[in-house]
Antibody, heavy 118, light 107 residues
């Protein structure tokens, strides 16, 4: 079945970087764009960025543009989200999600908790 | 960026009630509007896509309507398992913005 499996929880200090992975299985990896969404504790959902797994082209939310990098490895069907210069406000659950149907997130990873604390 | 505004932010309802949540886009998004349900500590779950299409496996008591800038999610008869937070999302253009959420609580 179609599945996205993310890497485990991370604890980082302010100013550090974090890299979260999302491994896809059950479908042709390059067929569907991959998105990243995050959710701070008790808050709503925030779209972060998107990657075309076939070409590697990306688009990011403007407020994260300077600190966010999304990459992919087609040999392992894995997408990576790298967020730098972490601050306490980046503490959140980070999700990868893909759209196998009409422009909607029908498949989600299980989420990765990133805690930024000194 | 397209802003998505949901109302109400929260509501209290009883089992069996008909519940309606609205979502307004800051510009026309045609029918590129999705609805998700999220329970505490869980991954969001797609309910409705393309404004009115029911995702596979989602109970038929959920329905969506609207186009352009105004959209509605309706739960025809609220069930105990429906108490959750609901988000709308536009997928017309990046960034695919979400509404702030509507928390449905037990009255």
């Amino acid at each position: 079945q179609v599945q996205l499996v993310q890497s485990g929880a991370e604890v980082k200090k302010p100013g550090a970087s974090v890299k979260v992975s999302c491994k896809a299985s059950g479908y042709t990896f390059i067929s569907y764009y991959m998105h990243w969404v995050r959710q701070a504790p008790g808050q709503g959902l925030e779209w972060m960025g998107i990657i075309n797994p076939s070409s590697g082209s990306t688009s990011y939310a403007q407020r994260l543009q300077a600190r966010l990098t999304v990459t992919r490895d087609t040999s392992t069907s894995t997408v990576y989200m790298d967020l730098s210069s972490l601050r306490s406000e980046d503490t959140a659950v980070y999700y990868c999600a893909t759209s196998t149907i009409s422009h909607a997130f029908d498949i989600w990873g299980q989420g990765t908790m990133v805690t930024v604390s000194s | 960026d397209i802003q998505m505004t949901q109302s109400p932010s929260s509501l209290s309802a009883s089992v069996g009630d008909r519940v309606t949540i609205t979502c307004r886009a800051s510009q026309s998004i045609s029918s590129y509007l999705n609805w998700y349900q999220q329970k505490p500590g869980k991954v969001p779950n797609l309910l409705i896509y393309a404004a009115s299409s029911l995702q596979s496996g989602v109970p038929s008591r959920f329905s969506g309507s609207g186009s352009g800038t105004d959209f509605t999610l309706t739960i025809s008869s609220l069930q105990p398992e429906d108490f959750a937070t609901y988000y709308c999302q536009q997928s017309y253009s990046t960034p695919w913005t979400f509404g702030q959420g509507t928390k449905v609580e037990i009255k």
